[in-house]
């Protein structure tokens, strides 16, 4: 099998991750999400069943609503989507968010663009995965600087929504809400538990030896670098043609 590349790796997990959604929302930046998500929808219709609905924000040929977020956000608290993924500047181990800033808020010395509707969807979506390519000591922290949407909530507050799993450069996290924390569930080619220790800033929970994130076979490699490309270029089409460069060179 040819060489497999690091975002397919990514991009095959998360179509793993979301196995039996119905519906899937993904953000208007979100390449490897939308992509794991076309790749499970394009499997399931290979097998002949039904693949899971789509929204990607900013899309034409993915997007179902006509008035942008106030619809995903309606859609979501009726319980109609079953999967969204976040991201942030910072993370910490309870699965908390920070999309403001860094440092000291309000007088942040690092601004980001906002929390958005992030705590809205964290508490109504069941199946937020938090993802997020970079992985290191500055995005990883022991504590956000500020809490955008948090990843647990106090007895006694009712939420049917947070994070089931961090997937990340370097491997793979499952979430548990009930200690709550993070736990190493596989890591990528390429990296080892040593270092993905070093740039996490958290503590989380692992086995002495952790498992290898699994690898597409080939039937899954050339449904993604066919099918699913060509469907991702509609909306991201400076992230399939960068993929596609890199296979070039992989296959020259």
Same mark, same amino acid.
């Given at each position: 099998?040819? /060489?497999?590349?690091?975002?397919?790796?990514?991009?095959?997990?998360?179509?793993?991750?979301?196995d039996?959604?119905?519906?899937?929302?993904?953000?208007?930046?979100?390449?490897?999400?939308?992509?794991?998500?076309?790749?499970?929808?394009?499997?399931? /219709?290979?097998?002949?069943?039904?693949?899971?609905?789509?929204s990607?924000?900013?899309?034409?040929?993915?997007?179902?609503?006509?008035? %942008?977020?106030?619809?995903?956000?309606?859609?979501?608290?009726?319980?109609?989507?079953?999967?969204?993924?976040?991201?942030?500047?910072q993370?910490?181990?309870? %699965?908390?968010?920070?999309?403001?800033?860094?440092g000291?808020?309000?007088?942040?010395?690092?601004?980001?663009?906002?929390?958005?509707?992030?705590?809205?969807?964290? @508490?109504?979506?069941?199946? =937020?995965?938090?993802?997020?390519?970079?992985?290191?000591?500055?995005?990883?922290?022991?504590?956000?600087? @500020?809490?955008?949407?948090?990843?647990?909530?106090?007895?006694? =507050?009712?939420?049917?929504?947070?994070p089931?799993?961090?997937?990340?450069?370097?491997?793979? @996290?499952?979430?548990?809400?009930?200690?709550?924390?993070? /736990?190493?569930?596989?890591?990528?080619?390429?990296?080892?538990?040593?270092?993905?220790?070093?740039?996490? %800033?958290?503590? @989380?929970?692992?086995?002495?030896?952790?498992?290898?994130?699994?690898?597409?076979?080939?039937?899954?490699?050339?449904?993604?670098?066919?099918?699913?490309?060509?469907?991702?270029?509609?909306?991201?089409?400076?992230?399939?043609?960068?993929?596609?460069?890199?296979?070039?060179?992989?296959?020259?």
């Open positions: 099998m040819a /060489e497999v590349l690091p975002r397919e790796v990514l991009i095959c997990t998360i179509a793993r991750l979301l039996g959604v119905r519906h899937v929302a993904v953000g208007a930046s979100s390449p490897i999400p939308a992509a794991g998500a076309m790749l499970l929808r394009a499997m399931k /219709e290979a097998e002949g069943a039904v693949g899971p609905r789509i990607i924000l900013g899309s034409v040929e993915h997007n179902f609503f006509t008035n %942008g977020s106030a619809e995903l956000f309606d859609c979501a608290g009726q319980g109609r989507i079953d999967a969204f993924f976040l991201g942030g500047g993370i910490d181990g309870f %699965g908390n968010v920070n999309l403001v800033g860094a000291d808020y309000p007088r942040s010395s690092v601004r980001w663009p906002g929390s958005f509707g992030s705590a809205y969807l964290y @508490f109504v979506v069941p199946r =937020v995965i938090l993802f997020r390519e970079e992985h290191t000591p500055r995005v990883f922290v022991e504590k956000v600087d @500020f809490i955008s949407a948090p990843g647990v909530s106090p007895d006694g =507050v009712f939420r049917s929504g947070g089931i799993a961090l997937l990340t450069g370097k491997g793979l @996290f499952r979430f548990d809400k009930t200690r709550p924390g993070f /736990e190493l569930e596989s890591v990528h080619p390429g990296h080892d538990l040593a270092e993905i220790k070093e740039a996490t %800033g958290f503590r @989380f929970a692992h086995d002495a030896q952790p498992r290898q994130t699994a690898l597409p076979d080939r039937a899954t490699l050339d449904l993604l670098r066919s099918r699913v490309f060509d469907e991702l270029a509609e909306t991201y089409p400076e992230f399939a043609a960068q993929m596609r460069r890199e296979l070039g060179t992989v296959d020259a």
